[in-house]
């Protein structure tokens, strides 16, 4: 079983900046590949960004540029970084644990508001 604990959220202006954290319980952390995704009401949850246990990243094309996701495996924690933020990134973010043996899981989720 793992938990994920994300924090960071709020509310920010256009063009300002975010740090979203998530970090996880359990034994095994620098094995799994960790995920950020977003979502907004009445449309499917969408990956955001995606570092692997290898530490091989890919961005969704909205966010390549402006966002950056890093880990920090001894603190067993993964970040978010998002700059120049858009009204268009408002959403529900969820960090994703995923372990072939583990498992595959999510955290609660933290609202992110871009608005002026």
């Known amino acids: 079983q793992v938990q994920l604990v994300e924090s960071g959220g709020g509310l920010v202006q256009p063009g300002g900046s975010l740090r979203l954290s998530c970090t996880a319980s359990g034994r095994i952390f620098s094995a799994a590949d960790m995920g950020w995704y977003r979502q907004v009401p009445g449309k499917e949850r969408e990956l955001v960004a995606r570092?692997?246990?290898?530490?091989?990243?890919n961005y969704a094309d909205s966010v390549r540029g402006r966002f950056t996701i890093s880990r920090d495996n001894a603190k067993k924690t993964v970040y978010l970084e998002m700059n120049s933020l858009k009204p268009e990134d408002t959403a529900v973010y969820y960090c994703?644990?995923?372990?072939?043996?583990?498992?595959?899981?999510w955290g609660q989720g933290t609202q992110v508001t871009v608005s002026s």
């Open positions: 570092i692997t246990s290898g530490g091989s990243i």
């Open positions: 994703n644990y995923y372990h072939r043996i583990v498992g595959n899981y």
